[in-house]
C-alpha cells in the first residue's frame, strides 16, 4: 500500500504541475478482463497544450492521464491500482463530432500482485492501451478502449492482465 500511496503522490504533484497551464477533464470507465472482473475507473487528463502533423484531415495531439482503478473480482481477487500515462491521440477533423484514435505506455502499481487467476509478479506494472472514440463539440467524449498490464518481464510470474472499457470523459 506504501507503493500505492508514494505513486499517487508522485502523480498528484506531476498532474498538478500540468493543471495549471490547462483545465482538467475527468474520466469515469466501466470495463471487464477476460475473466469476468468488472473493472471500475475514475482518471483525471489534462490536454497538452502542443499538436503536430496538423492537416484537413486531422492532428496529432495528446494528454496526460492519472486513475485509480477497482478490479472487482471475487473475494480473493478484488484488487485497486493507481496508473500514469502519456497518452498520443490523433484526431480527426470534425464540426461537432472528431473521432480520434489514442495510444500510450505508462506506468501503474496495484495493491495485490493477484488479479484472477493471473500472478503479477510485482506490484509495478507498465500500462499498454489502445483506443478509439469521438469527441464532441460539448467537451464531452465517448470511447472504447483496451489496456494491458504486465511488468515486461522484470520479476516472474508475468501473468499479466487486459482491461477492455468503454469510458466518458468531460471537461470541467
Given at each position: 500500500?506504501?507503493k500505492?500511496?508514494?505513486?499517487?503522490?508522485?502523480?498528484?504533484?506531476?498532474?498538478?504541475?500540468?493543471?495549471?497551464?490547462?483545465?482538467?477533464?475527468?474520466?469515469?470507465?466501466?470495463?471487464?478482463?477476460?475473466?469476468?472482473?468488472?473493472?471500475?475507473?475514475?482518471?483525471?487528463?489534462?490536454?497538452?497544450?502542443?499538436?503536430?502533423?496538423?492537416?484537413?484531415?486531422?492532428?496529432?495531439?495528446?494528454?496526460?492521464?492519472?486513475?485509480?482503478?477497482?478490479?472487482?473480482?471475487?473475494?480473493?481477487?478484488?484488487?485497486?491500482?493507481?496508473?500514469?500515462?502519456?497518452?498520443?491521440?490523433?484526431?480527426?477533423?470534425?464540426?461537432?463530432?472528431?473521432?480520434?484514435?489514442?495510444?500510450?505506455?505508462?506506468?501503474?502499481?496495484?495493491?495485490?500482485?493477484?488479479?484472477?487467476?493471473?500472478?503479477?509478479?510485482?506490484?509495478?506494472?507498465?500500462?499498454?492501451?489502445?483506443?478509439?472514440?469521438?469527441?464532441?463539440?460539448?467537451?464531452h467524449?465517448?470511447?472504447?478502449?483496451?489496456?494491458?498490464?504486465?511488468?515486461?518481464?522484470?520479476?516472474?510470474?508475468?501473468?499479466g492482465?487486459?482491461?477492455?472499457?468503454?469510458?466518458?470523459?468531460?471537461?470541467?
Open positions: 500500500m506504501k500505492l500511496l508514494c505513486l499517487a503522490v508522485v502523480a498528484a504533484a506531476t498532474l498538478g504541475h500540468t493543471f495549471t497551464a490547462q483545465a482538467a477533464d475527468i474520466t469515469f470507465a466501466v470495463g471487464q478482463t477476460s475473466d469476468s472482473t468488472m473493472t471500475y475507473r475514475i482518471g483525471v487528463q489534462s490536454n497538452w497544450d502542443a499538436s503536430w502533423w496538423q492537416t484537413s484531415v486531422g492532428r496529432l495531439t495528446g494528454y496526460w492521464d492519472g486513475g485509480y482503478t477497482f478490479w472487482d473480482g471475487d473475494k480473493t481477487s478484488n484488487n485497486h491500482s493507481l496508473s500514469f500515462a502519456p497518452v498520443f491521440v490523433y484526431e480527426f477533423a470534425g464540426e461537432s463530432v472528431k473521432p480520434y484514435i489514442e495510444a500510450g505506455v505508462g506506468v501503474a502499481a496495484f495493491a495485490h500482485t493477484e488479479l484472477e487467476s493471473n500472478k503479477l509478479g510485482s506490484s509495478f506494472q507498465f500500462e499498454d492501451r489502445i483506443g478509439f472514440g469521438l469527441r464532441f463539440a460539448g467537451g467524449e465517448v470511447g472504447i478502449r483496451a489496456i494491458h498490464y504486465s511488468n515486461a518481464g522484470l520479476s516472474q510470474p508475468n501473468d492482465v487486459e482491461s477492455f472499457a468503454l469510458h466518458y470523459r468531460m471537461s470541467l
